[in-house]
């Protein structure tokens, strides 16, 4: 149980860290293939969570955003820049997928509550922006595999907070009291 959590949650979560640390070191895990929804096996689903799981650890944490939608849409806008490390590692990792997480953070309510609440240690005010360029990836069966079946099938918003839950700190072997050479 790595940083309060089970796999697959945290499965490649140090890997992606290390991506954005050591780009040109560490080789992002290759995509899971999508396979139809009807065929459903946790081995699949857990391989699909582990791959996607680590891209909202890295936008929240890594870059702040309480609003992932919004700053990956403006990011693409922008031309994806790739000077700033985190947005490197999520182009190498994520980028082909940086539309369909937009159109899922779109529309799952309880994805852009709990990232805002967290963030912000606030309610999630009714979201004023959607940006419903990318609608037409939700009739794609593809996207419907990965993302689809619920307001978060993979459960990332759920476990995104693990290495901020209660037990967290009893899991890490220093913290700022502990650790008076800090």
Do not use: K
């Not at 139809?36 to 702040?64: K, N, Q």
């Not at 009714?126 to 978060?152: C, F, H, K, M, N």
């Amino acid at each position: 149980m790595l940083l309060c959590d089970n796999d697959p949650w945290n499965r490649h979560l140090i890997t992606a860290w290390r991506t954005c640390a050591e780009p040109d070191l560490v080789e992002p895990p290759t995509r899971p293939a999508a396979r139809p929804v009807d065929t459903y096996d946790w081995g699949v689903h857990s391989e699909r969570i582990s791959f996607f799981a680590p891209l909202l650890h890295v936008l929240m944490f890594g870059l702040g955003w309480a609003r992932p939608d919004l700053g990956i849409t403006r990011w693409i806008d922008l031309g994806r820049l790739v000077e700033e490390p985190v947005l490197r590692a999520v182009q190498r990792w994520w980028g082909q997928d940086a539309g369909s997480f937009v159109a899922w953070m779109s529309v799952s309510s309880v994805a852009q509550s709990q990232v805002h609440a967290l963030l912000t240690s606030t309610p999630a005010e009714q979201v004023d922006w959607v940006d419903d360029r990318y609608a037409s990836l939700r009739s794609e069966p593809e996207w419907e595999t990965i993302w689809g079946g619920g307001s978060d099938s993979m459960h990332l918003t759920g476990h995104v907070e693990a290495p901020l839950g209660p037990t967290a700190r009893e899991t890490f072997p220093t913290t700022p009291e502990l650790d008076s050479h800090g």
